[in-house]
Nanobody, 124 residues
């Protein structure tokens, strides 16, 4: 089973950009569908984006569509989340998640491996 470590979070002004990384250690990263979720203070964890094992197909929450881009590099065992045009409402802890199946999912309960999270704060 892979282990996941997020990085790249920080403080940014509204309209700015950040790129999050999720490094996977362990075997067969390319066999995992991957996703990003986020959790804002006082709110439930929510889906942000998913990507298939081969990186060809992606899906996004409506709130981030057109601003965020999920990608992966299986040779580097890493997935990414490029976040542009950030808004204060994007402030949250962002989590990387892995699912050892062909198809990704929008559902938290479908993922069995999680990173520790990285804080993203967007100031107005």
């Amino acid at each position: 089973q892979v282990q996941l470590t997020e990085s790249g979070g920080g403080l940014v002004q509204a309209g700015g950009s950040l790129r999050l990384s999720c490094a996977a250690s362990g075997p067969s990263f390319s066999m995992y569908a991957m996703a990003w979720f986020r959790q804002a203070p006082g709110r439930e964890r929510e889906f942000v984006a998913t990507i298939t094992r081969n990186g060809i197909s992606t899906d996004y929450a409506e709130s981030v569509k057109g601003r965020f881009t999920i990608s992966r590099d299986n040779a580097k065992n890493t997935q990414y989340l490029q976040m542009n045009s950030l808004k204060p409402e994007d402030t949250a802890v962002y989590y990387c998640a892995a699912r050892a199946t062909l198809a990704p999912s929008l559902l938290i309960r479908e993922y069995d491996t999680w990173g520790q999270g990285t804080q993203v704060t967007v100031s107005s």
